[in-house]
C-alpha cells in the first residue's frame, strides 16, 4: 500500500526557515517523483517543487526559486522541502505526491496520484 506522511510544518517568523518531510512506504522513490504542493486558505493548490528520482531533476514554481531546495535521502525514502526565507504568503498546508515517472516542468496536480494528509506551516510575526 503507497503511503506518504509529511512532517515538519510549524509556526515561523517571516525571514525564518522550515525543512518539511516526506516519507514514503510501501513503495521505492527509484522510479517515481515526488511533488510538493500547498494550498492556502480560499485559494487552489498549487505545485511547488519537484524531485525526479530517475535523473535527479528538480524543478520549483517561480514563487519559491531561490528559497526551496528539495532533495531526497535514499536511505530513508524520504523527500525533504528545505524551506528558507519564508513569507506570510507562504503560509498553506503543505502536501506531498508520488508520480510514477519523472518530473514536468510544470508542476500539476492531475499529473499526481497518491497523496499525503498535509501538514500546516504558518508564516507570522
Known amino acids: 500500500q503507497v503511503q506518504l506522511v509529511e512532517s515538519g510544518g510549524g509556526l515561523v517568523q517571516p525571514g525564518g526557515s522550515l525543512r518539511l518531510s516526506c516519507a514514503a512506504s510501501?513503495?521505492?522513490?527509484?522510479?517515481?517523483?515526488i511533488g510538493w504542493f500547498r494550498q492556502a486558505p480560499g485559494k487552489e493548490r498549487e505545485g511547488v517543487s519537484c524531485f525526479s528520482s530517475s535523473d535527479g531533476g528538480t524543478y520549483y514554481a517561480d514563487s519559491v526559486k531561490g528559497r526551496f531546495s528539495i532533495s531526497r535521502d535514499n536511505a530513508k525514502n524520504t523527500v525533504y522541502l528545505q524551506m528558507n526565507s519564508l513569507k506570510p504568503e507562504d503560509t498553506a498546508v503543505y502536501y506531498c505526491?508520488?508520480?510514477?515517472?519523472?518530473?514536468?516542468?510544470?508542476?500539476?496536480?492531475?499529473?499526481?496520484?497518491?497523496w499525503g494528509q498535509g501538514t500546516q506551516v504558518t508564516v507570522s510575526s
Open positions: 505526491a508520488a508520480r510514477y515517472s519523472g518530473c514536468r516542468a510544470k508542476i500539476r496536480l492531475a499529473d499526481f496520484g497518491s
Open positions: 510501501g513503495f521505492g522513490l527509484d522510479y517515481y517523483a
